[in-house]
C-alpha cells in the first residue's frame, strides 16, 4: 500500500505561482510512475502531468506545457508540480496519484492505482 499527501495548495492571482508536494510513505516509491491530475467543479478529473519512476521522462497536458514543471526526489519520497504563470482556468483540486506497474508512465487516471486526497488551488483574475 501507498498512501499519498499532497500539499502546497492555495489562492494565488493570475500570474502567479504555486509549488504543490506530494509526499508518499512505502519503500518502493521509487519504482512507482507518478501522476498529477486536477478535477476543477462539474468537470472530469484530468491529467495535468506525469513523470517515470526515474525521473529521467515527463510529460504534460497541452493546457500546462511550459507552465507546470513535475519533478520528484526518490530520497525524499516526494513529488512536486511547480505551477507557474497561473491562470483562472487552472483552478481546481489537485490529486497525486501513484502507478504500480514498473516501467511504464501512464497518462490515463484509470492506470493509476493510489491517490492522495487532493489540495484545492484557487487562481483569482
Known amino acids: 500500500q501507498v498512501q499519498l499527501v499532497e500539499s502546497g495548495g492555495g489562492l494565488v492571482q493570475a500570474g502567479g505561482s504555486l509549488r504543490l508536494s506530494c509526499a508518499a510513505s512505502?519503500?518502493?516509491?521509487?519504482?512507482?510512475?507518478m501522476g498529477w491530475f486536477r478535477q476543477a467543479p462539474g468537470k472530469e478529473r484530468e491529467f495535468v502531468a506525469a513523470?517515470?519512476?526515474?525521473?529521467?521522462?515527463?510529460y504534460y497536458a497541452d493546457s500546462v506545457k511550459g507552465r507546470f514543471t513535475i519533478s520528484r526526489d526518490n530520497a525524499k519520497n516526494t513529488v512536486y508540480l511547480q505551477m507557474n504563470s497561473l491562470k483562472p482556468e487552472d483552478t481546481a483540486v489537485y490529486y497525486c496519484?501513484?502507478?504500480?506497474?514498473?516501467?511504464?508512465?501512464?497518462?490515463?487516471?484509470?492506470?493509476?492505482?493510489?491517490w492522495g486526497q487532493g489540495t484545492q488551488v484557487t487562481v483569482s483574475s
Open positions: 496519484a501513484a502507478d504500480r506497474s514498473y516501467g511504464r508512465t501512464p497518462v490515463l487516471k484509470n492506470e493509476y492505482d493510489y
Open positions: 513523470i517515470s519512476w526515474s525521473g529521467g521522462n515527463t
Open positions: 512505502g519503500r518502493t516509491f521509487s519504482n512507482y510512475a
